[in-house]
């Protein structure tokens, strides 16, 4: 799960060239950038999945390097693996059982790198967020580390599904502040309970942000 000098150098100019690209054509701005951790793994949750653009844009939240979840299959084509591996990206097989994910996870966060999981798991449309899966709560429980909500905002306006060119508009980031986990003792399990409560949190706070970043976005 470890990565090379070399993908992390790659990582860092690439993001430089994103970053540049969506302020200037998106007017991209980012609030709350002091919530996000500057060491320890966490969880960057980002609510209002609207566009695929929401992957690379959560990416200007941090100058750290964000990491994600692929299925298996796009890493083995030499080059698009030797890229998705570059800008954060780690396979999980096809048909692995969850349980490999959630190991390959939890061993990224307790390495102190941070994950992006979308909450919602897939893209919607509309203003409401969706209801969300455990899975980032149930994380950031076993790593015990925080999980920090963004709201995306303007992103379905600049390319919404379907769509083959990206329009020029306003787009918003919002950081809300870090939901912590319970603490819990050495070899003690996670209660599903707790991770209900933090997700149901989480859920509440996203909505929030997402309104707060549709607002400033003009959307």
Same mark, same amino acid.
């Given at each position: 799960?470890?990565? /090379? *000098?070399?993908?992390?150098?790659?990582?860092?100019?690439?993001?430089?060239?994103?970053? !540049?690209?969506?302020?200037? #054509? *998106?007017?991209?701005?980012?609030?709350?950038? %002091?919530?996000?951790?500057?060491? !320890?793994?966490?969880?960057?949750?980002?609510?209002?999945?609207?566009?695929? *653009?929401?992957?690379?844009?959560?990416?200007?939240?941090?100058?750290?390097? @964000?990491?994600?979840?692929? $299925?298996?299959?796009?890493? %083995?084509?030499?080059?698009?693996? #030797?890229?998705?591996?570059?800008? +954060?990206?780690?396979?999980?097989?096809?048909?692995?059982?969850?349980?490999? =994910?959630?190991?390959?996870?939890?061993?990224?966060?307790?390495?102190? %790198?941070?994950?992006?999981?979308?909450?919602?798991?897939?893209?919607?449309? !509309?203003?409401?967020?969706?209801?969300?899966? %455990? +899975? =980032?709560?149930?994380?950031?429980?076993?790593?015990?580390?925080?999980?920090?909500?963004?709201?995306? !905002?303007?992103?379905?306006?600049?390319?919404?599904? +379907?769509?083959?060119? *990206?329009?020029?508009?306003?787009?918003? @980031?919002?950081?809300?502040?870090?939901? #912590?986990?319970?603490?819990? +003792?050495?070899?003690?399990?996670?209660?599903? /309970?707790?991770?209900? $409560?933090?997700?149901?949190?989480?859920?509440?706070?996203?909505?929030?942000?997402?309104?707060?970043?549709?607002?400033?976005?003009?959307?």
């Amino acid at each position: 799960a470890d990565l /090379s *000098l070399a993908s992390r150098a790659f990582y860092r100019a690439l993001r430089i060239f994103v970053t !540049g690209f969506f302020r200037l #054509w *998106l007017r991209l701005e980012v609030h709350g950038r %002091d919530n996000v951790p500057e060491e !320890g793994g966490f969880v960057l949750a980002p609510g209002g999945h609207r566009s695929i *653009l929401d992957t690379p844009i959560v990416a200007i939240a941090t100058p750290r390097m @964000l990491r994600y979840m692929g $299925a298996e299959k796009y890493f %083995d084509a030499a080059g698009l693996g #030797w890229f998705l591996r570059s800008v +954060g990206g780690f396979p999980v097989e096809r048909h692995a059982t969850d349980r490999e =994910a959630v190991r390959r996870s939890e061993e990224i966060l307790i390495q102190g %790198d941070p994950l992006v999981v979308f909450p919602e798991s897939t893209r919607f449309e !509309g203003p409401i967020v969706q209801p969300i899966k %455990d +899975g =980032a709560a149930f994380l950031a429980c076993r790593a015990g580390v925080p999980l920090v909500p963004i709201g995306i !905002g303007g992103a379905e306006r600049a390319l919404p599904k +379907g769509a083959k060119f *990206l329009r020029p508009t306003r787009t918003t @980031l919002v950081i809300g502040e870090p939901i #912590w986990p319970p603490s819990r +003792g050495e070899g003690e399990r996670v209660k599903r /309970s707790q991770v209900r $409560a933090m997700s149901e949190e989480l859920h509440e706070t996203l909505q929030i942000l997402f309104d707060e970043a549709q607002i400033k976005a003009g959307a």
